[in-house]
C-alpha cells in the first residue's frame, strides 16, 4: 500500500495551493485512519504540518500554518486535501502526507504532530511545493 500526493508546484508568496492525498491500492480506506501532513525542506528536520482524525473528524494544525493551512476529506474520492493559503518563502518543502495503520486519531505530544509508529506506517512519495518570493 502507498499513498500518492499531487498539486505541489511553484507558486509566488501570498498565492494558494491545493494538495490531495489518496492511495492505489484498493480497499484502502482512507477515512478509517487519521490522515497527516508533513514537510520537510532541505537541511531541516521533518515538520507534522495538519493532521485530520478519522473518529471525529478532528483537525490539528502546527502553530506554522494555523490559520492559512485547511485539511480536509472527500470519503467519496478517497482523498484528504490540504489546501495552502497565503504561501510563504518558508513553505517551501517537500511535503508527505502519511498513515498509522492503527491509528484513527491523530497523534499530537508536545503540540507537535506526531509521525506513524515505527512499522505501521504508510508514506506517499512527496510532492514539492517551492514559495518564490
Known amino acids: 500500500v502507498q499513498l500518492v500526493e499531487s498539486g505541489g508546484g511553484l507558486v509566488q508568496a501570498g498565492g494558494s495551493l491545493r494538495l490531495s492525498c489518496t492511495t492505489s491500492a484498493s480497499g484502502f480506506t482512507l477515512d478509517n485512519y487519521a490522515v497527516n501532513w508533513f514537510r520537510q525542506a532541505p537541511g531541516k528536520e521533518r515538520e507534522g504540518v495538519s493532521c485530520?482524525?478519522?473518529?471525529?473528524?478532528?483537525?490539528y494544525y502546527a502553530d506554522s500554518v494555523k490559520g492559512r493551512f485547511t485539511i480536509s476529506s472527500d470519503g467519496a474520492k478517497n482523498t484528504v486535501s490540504l489546501f495552502m493559503n497565503s504561501l510563504k518563502p518558508e513553505d517551501t518543502a517537500v511535503y508527505y502526507c502519511?498513515?498509522?495503520?492503527?491509528?484513527?486519531?491523530?497523534?499530537?505530544?508536545?503540540?507537535?504532530?506526531?509521525?506513524?509508529?515505527?512499522?505501521?506506517?504508510?508514506w506517499g512519495q512527496g510532492t514539492l511545493v517551492t514559495v518564490s518570493s
Open positions: 485530520i482524525s478519522s473518529s471525529d473528524g478532528s483537525t
Open positions: 502519511a498513515v498509522d495503520r492503527l491509528g484513527s486519531d491523530c497523534r499530537v505530544a508536545g503540540g507537535s504532530i506526531q509521525p506513524p509508529r515505527p512499522f505501521l506506517g504508510v
